[in-house]
């Protein structure tokens, strides 16, 4: 990519993009082949990042502290990494915990059959949750990727359902004993590396929240990926989260319906759905982190990474400004009027209701122009308009 000249898409902090560790840290290891770029530095990380443009960076427990460090070795990587914040003033606004890698979790971590599994993997996340405040978090993120099954035989998804929920209020309970100012977002993904996970969608977690101890403390991290790998549109349960007040963590990428997990560059495999996420946040005022959890293609070397990071903030800039101009376009804003069918009134009495004659031969021939709508959206977004 061509050095980006001054044309209004450079990223500053106050754009609040953040990037996982685990991202542009990924190796371009794939389940056929061996990793293609050496393993970068966090604080290499955490300086290119700020240079870049970026708010913060996010982490898994083990990105930062490799698992079996001693309490010394933690110290200080902890230390190195505070350091490099404080140097490039980056922030680190949410943290998560491993759950999936070591082969303990291969029945899953809260939900796994064997009850001595569930425990270590609460006692992993205590200790993490503790990272993640230490450095400034104020979101933890629960993204359950051993949680569900290859086979119903082996529980019954109710029993899980409860496991998963005792696990979260367990939690939940050890965050209000330490006084943290942290809430906790949950990630739904249908499957991958699972055959099914449970709480497969953000309409999935939003359910379960309510039947937890402490509802308030618990939101949605909703992923794109996630969604669209079960077919769905993205926007729609990133909406029912927003409406709720309980969108508390994004994970932008891309992806292709009916794929393996691809983790694209956001905005780079479907730039209409990429537009309509980024109206949706920005005509909401949404305040949240615009997290990128996606990686780079493996074709890439290091350099190919940063255009990935960059080209992630810089896309969603560009569409930041096509939103703006959708919603002052004359044209536009006019044809969404004419819909409406003129200007609605206030709540109508039950009786009135009653008494109201339609013009049904009108309603049943009308169009709705929205043929006309889309062209000047799509004409919109490829430039021309
Ligand atoms: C992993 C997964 C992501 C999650 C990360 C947080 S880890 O990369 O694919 O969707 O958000 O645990
Ligand atoms: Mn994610
Ligand atoms: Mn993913």
Redesign the pocket.
């Known amino acids: 990519m061509k050095p980006h000249g001054k044309d209004g898409y450079e990223p500053r902090p106050e754009h609040h993009f953040t990037f996982?560790l685990?991202t542009v840290g990924n190796p371009g290891r794939d389940p056929f082949g061996e990793p293609v770029r050496p393993a970068l530095a966090p604080t290499a990380i955490v300086r290119k990042l700020a240079e870049l443009g970026a708010y913060g960076v996010n982490l898994?427990d083990n990105d930062l502290v490799p698992a079996g460090a001693s309490a010394a070795e933690r110290d200080k990587i902890v230390r190195e990494f505070k350091q490099a914040l404080g140097d490039t003033g980056m922030k680190v606004p949410m943290a998560?915990t491993?759950l999936f890698s070591d082969p303990a979790f291969r029945d899953g971590a809260f939900t796994s059959r064997d009850h001595r599994v569930r425990a270590y993997a609460l006692q992993k996340t205590l200790a993490a949750i503790d990272l993640g405040v230490e450095l400034g978090a104020t979101t933890y993120?629960c993204?359950g990727?051993r949680e569900g099954v290859e086979t119903n035989a082996a529980k019954d998804p109710r029993t899980a359902l409860a496991w998963y929920r005792e696990a979260v209020n367990y939690l939940c309970e050890y965050v209000r004993s330490q006084r943290y100012d942290l809430r906790f977002a949950l990630?739904a993904?249908p499957n991958e590396p699972r055959g099914d996970m449970f709480l497969a969608t953000t309409g999935h977690m939003l359910a379960f929240i309510y039947t937890l101890d402490h509802p308030e403390m618990v939101g949605v991290?909703p992923?794109l990926a996630?969604e669209r790998m079960a077919g769905l549109d993205f926007s729609h349960g990133v909406a029912q989260a927003l409406e709720a007040g309980k969108l508390f963590h994004i994970?932008l990428n891309g992806q292709q319906v009916g794929r393996f997990?691809q983790?694209l560059r956001f905005g780079s495999d479907d730039a209409k759905g990429a537009f309509f996420l980024v109206k949706l946040l920005e005509d909401s005022e949404w305040p949240g982190m615009r997290h990128f959890?996606s990686h780079a293609y493996r074709t890439e070397d290091q350099a190919g990474v940063w255009d990935f990071a960059a080209g992630s903030m810089r896309t969603y800039l560009i569409l930041k400004d096509k939103v703006a101009r959708f919603n002052a376009d004359p044209e536009i804003q006019q044809l969404l009027a004419e819909a409406d069918g003129g200007k609605a009134g206030a709540r109508v009495a039950f009786n009135e209701l009653r008494n109201t004659k339609f013009d049904l031969a009108a309603l049943r021939a009308r169009g709705y122009a929205y043929e006309r709508l889309d062209q000047l959206t799509m004409e919109l977004l490829l430039g021309v308009r």
């Open positions: 996982g685990w898994h998560t491993n993120v993204w990727g990630e993904k991290n992923e996630h994970d997990d983790d959890d």
